[in-house]
C-alpha cells in the first residue's frame, strides 16, 4: 500500500516459517493433526496482531473418507491459518455459517528463504490433503518471487534481484515447487505468484524495474509450466488503487496470467465504498481490465480495516464480487479484517453471515423454454369423399377427418 493507505502488515512469512516447522515435525508423528486435518494442533499458531476469540474446536472423530462430489458451491473461503489449524478451522467456520462448504482453501509460503519457497517438507501437505478429499475444492497459494521478502530491502538491491531473476538465475527454485505441488497430487494449484507487486512491502515488489518484473515473472510461470503434470492457474494479485506505481504497468502480458485478482481492503479512512469503485486503478478498473484481456478476476485478500465495523462495505463488496463473477475470494479473517475470527465487527459479521449462510450449491438458472410445436391445422376431405365420424381426440392425432371414397367401385371397372 502507499503512504497514504499504507496499512498495519501481518508479517505472513515470519509465522509462516514457525508453521512450516512445527508442520515439518508433526508429519512425522503417527495420529497427528498434519496425517488427519481434521484435528485440531496441540500448539496453534495465530497470526501477528490481536489474538482471535477463540472457538471451541469440533470433535475431529476418525479421518472421512473422500466426500462424494455432490455438485459445485459457490467458490469463496477465508484465510483462518498457515497451517493446520487453519485447516481444522474451516470445518468451524462452516458450521458458523449454517452449513456452507468453503470450497477455497489459501495459505502462504513463506518468503525468508528459498527453501521454503520450493514447498518445504510438512508444509504443504495438510492443504493438499484437504484439497484432494473434493473433486470441486480449490487451493489457493501465495508464492513469494524472492527470498528475504519482508527484509526492507532497498531499491537498488530490489532491482539487482529482478534482473538476476529475468536471466533465469532462480528458475530452479521454482521448478522445485512445481515438482513439489505435482507429487502432492494438487497440480491444478492457483498460485497468486508475487502479490501486491505494485507496493512497497515486499522485495518482490514491481517499482525499481518494472520490465524486469515483469520478464522474471514470465521466466517463473514458463519454468513452473515446464514440469510434467502441471495444471496451474497464475493469478495476478496487486492491492487496490495506484500504490506506489500503476499496477497496469506490472502486467506481464495475457500469455503467463490466467486470473486477474485484486487485494481490496476497507481503507483510507473515510473513503466510501463508492469512491473505492470510482478511484484510479480501483475496483472499476480492475474488473474493466481484466474483461479486456479476456480473463476472470479474484480477490484473494478482502476485508474490513481502517473504517472499522463496516456493514455498508461488507455488503456491497460480496454484492460487487457476486455481480461481476469472481473466479473465488478469500476474506481475511483475523483482527481488524475478519467477522468470524475478530468480535470487533458485529455488524459485518451479521452482513457476512446472512449473505453466506446456508449456501450449499449454485444458484439455479432458469432453464430456456422450448418452442412447442404448432398443432397441425386440420384439412378439409377431398371432394367425392365421405368422412367418418370420429372422436376428436384421433382427429387431433390423425391431424383431420378419416374418409372414404364413394366413386372407388367405378374406377376399379
Known sequence: MSPKQSRVRIRRPAVAVAAAALSAVLAAVPGHAADDPSAPPSAPAVPTGRQPSERPAPDPGPSPAPDPDPGPDPAFGAYLDYGPRGVARMAELSRWLGGTRLRVGHTYLPGDRWSNIEGAPGFLDVWADWRTRRADRMLVLNVPMLERNEEGLDDDEVRALLRRGAAGDFDHHFRALAERLVALKVPDTVLVLGWEMNGITYTHRCGPDPEAWKAYWNRIV?????????????????????????????????DTVDIIGMDAYDQPRGMPFEEQVAEPYGLRAHVEFAQAHGKPV?????GLFRNGDNAVYMRRMLAWMEEHGALYN???DYCPHGVWSCDDNPRAAEV??????????????PQPQRPQPPAPTPQRPPAGCSPFELDEWVEHWLGGKLCMRLDWWSRTR
Open 352 to 365: 457476512y453471515r446472512s449473505v453466506l449462510s446456508g449456501r450449499t450449491e449454485e444458484p439455479q438458472r
Open 330 to 332: 478469500t476474506l481475511t
Open 222 to 254: 514458463t519454468a513452473m509450466r515446464s514440469v510434467p503434470g502441471q495444471e496451474f492457474r497464475f493469478d495476478f494479485t496487486p492491492s487496490r488503487g495506484r500504490d506506489a506505481v500503476p499496477w497496469t504497468a506490472c502486467y506481464p502480458g495475457d
Open 298 to 302: 479474484s480477490y484473494p485478500e478482502w
